[in-house]
């Protein structure tokens, strides 16, 4: 006869409901993959319509996305709900690790109800953070129906046969706390974000037809979004306007377990900012966060923050190049996708061999800017070097030494010298007006001084508002000099006020300026060679 071995205390290791609820509360989903997860499964359930509803009533902010997809039954739905749940049948399918809606969706909200009908049966289950954490134990609630009857009645309009809704209740982390019109106007503004980028991350799905996507945020009806294509390739359909430029589609191959697979690149330039109207230029999303390399598995977007670790770093040179990476399940292990699927390492192999691709592409658009850029910043900064210089003894008002790699400041506000950390030290004591790549913080300048303690500016090349604005002056050397005249007088005054208590609100507001330009910088025309 079988006994059940209870084991000692001491050797029972399983985890804490309580604490371990809360933990994978933190694993570092953004709220658009969050939302993306979950449509991941309403498409992996075969359906043709999802709605994401952003809907806010008696003060409280719920997230309601429902699906036309093939439901589930009592079984289902209790196997969907457990973390860890059963890997799906077909491989193209992400939702491959059975976390995706648990974490996605407790990441922004504390209760998480699933409801699903299959064959005219209504079933229901909820995960709540605060009953797990009081029990300490993995309970899993079946949610009253009659309190649930206005979802059901409205999960069963939208999809007659068969559907799921995902609802979010007790949202903690989507939008801050705040009056009635404040929250309102976050919620409007977290209903544009999330259209802009589910619009990218479906577009595949999107314009295919495959499915369709809509968001109702509020009061406002419901719209279906379009899919939105980095390659700008809709710009091509009108004749009449600005052409984007696409780069032929080419097969890498590549050999995983003695098996010969491939992936595909295909690049695309985008118009300049002179040749797009407003519409246009709304459409392209044309700044330096959007250019660079967006991978695509099984024709769903996973990633796109500009050009993967060791490739290239974001260049306003190169803003308009967009490359496209689409790659099957097949190739998971290669790519090392994640749970979230957010996170993409790129072999050294790969990267190299995608390098070797981007390349000519890359140095077309640079040939001509580098020349430019050289003829109008070297040395151009001579002018102010000197002007500078002349009026040091007027326009000092602080005191840095240099002893070795320790750098000190005393100013009106700093009457005890205190360290500098991180400044750069140049050894020219010509020049005040420096060059580098780029700064912390994408800045377009920063507080620099030479070895004798002068202050210096630094300006990060890869700022897009640094080759704009000596492009719009490279014709007039006077106009240059005063530009960076002013950007010394800015890295002179916050020496001045620099002190080991706003040392922080000083750097915050530098970042802030250089913010606003990168914004600002797209109303200036492009370099383009003559």
Known sequence: ??????????????????????????????????????????????????????QYMFGELRVIISDNGDGMSEEQLRNAMRYGSPRRDNPKSLGKFGMGLKTASTAFCRRLVVLSHQNDNNVGRAWDIDNIIKSDRWELETPDE????????????????????????????????????????????????????????????????????????GDNPAVNLKGWDPLCADLNRNTDGARSRILKERPVPIEVSNKQLSFTVKGGVIPSQNELDADEREYVRYSLDNQGLYIYREGRLIWHDGWPHRMYKKESKITRLRVELNFSHELDDVFSIDFRKSRVIIPVEVREELKRLIAPWRQELLKGQERLTSANTERAHGPADKAIDKHKKHT????????????TIRNQNQMKPTVIEGIRVYDDKAVRVHEEESLLGDCLWEPSCDEEGNTCVTLGKSHPYFHKMYNVCKDNAEAMKALDM????????EHGEFSDTNKHTLNGFRQKVSQTLRHLSIELPDVEED
């Open 486 to 493: 002013l950007l010394w007088s800015l890295s002179n005054a």
């Open 146 to 217: 009659d309190e649930y009857y206005d979802y059901f009645d409205a999960l069963n309009a939208f999809s007659e046969a068969s559907g799921t809704m995902i609802i979010w209740e007790n949202i903690d982390r989507l939008v801050r706390a705040g009056s009635e019109k404040q929250v309102q106007a976050q919620i409007q503004s977290l209903g544009k974000e999330l259209s802009l980028e589910l619009s990218a991350v479906f577009f595949k799905f999107l314009e295919s037809g495959e499915v369709t996507i809509s968001m109702k945020v």
């Open 1 to 54: 006869m079988n006994k059940t071995i209870e084991l000692p205390e001491e050797d029972d290791f399983r985890p804490s409901a309580a604490r371990l609820v809360e933990s994978l509360r933190d694993t570092g989903y953004s709220k658009e993959a969050a939302f993306a997860d979950i449509i991941d499964n309403s498409i992996a359930a075969n359906a043709t319509h999802i709605e994401v509803e952003l």
């Open 396 to 407: 000092k008002n602080s005191e840095i030494k240099v002893d070795g790699d320790t750098v």
